[in-house]
Nanobody, 112 residues
Framework: QVQLVESGGGWVQPGGSRRLPCTASGSIFSIADMDWYRQAPGKQRELVATITSGGRTNYADSVKGRFTISRDNAKRTVALHMNSLKPEDTAVYYC??????WGQGTQVTVSS
């Protein structure tokens, strides 16, 4: 099992940037595919970005070209780098491992 802890949330102005790190515990991190999800108020949780154990990435159309997912297996971290943020990016962001583990979530609010 992998335990996940997100951080980095907060308030940011439209057009700004934010980095969300997720730190994992557990020896299987290096072989796990990792994802970032988000859930806005009144909406379903949606997949934002995925990075496989081999480093391949995939993104939701709504964030392509603006968000980047990365991982450092030695440090057991996966990070979501968010640029050109929009008010519609406001949500709770969750880190997820393909073994089924979820983090507690971190709130990102984009507003002026």
């Amino acid at each position: 099992q992998v335990q996940l802890v997100e951080s980095g949330g907060g308030w940011v102005q439209p057009g700004g940037s934010r980095r969300l790190p997720c730190t994992a515990s557990g020896s299987i991190f290096s072989i796990a595919d990792m994802d970032w999800y988000r859930q806005a108020p009144g909406k379903q949780r949606e997949l934002v970005a995925t990075i496989t154990s081999g480093g391949r990435t995939n993104y939701a159309d709504s964030v392509k070209g603006r968000f980047t997912i990365s991982r450092d297996n030695a440090k057991r971290t996966v990070a979501l780098h968010m640029n050109s943020l929009k008010p519609e990016d406001t949500a709770v962001y969750y880190c997820h491992a393909d073994c089924g583990s979820w983090g507690q979530g971190t709130q990102v609010t984009v507003s002026s």
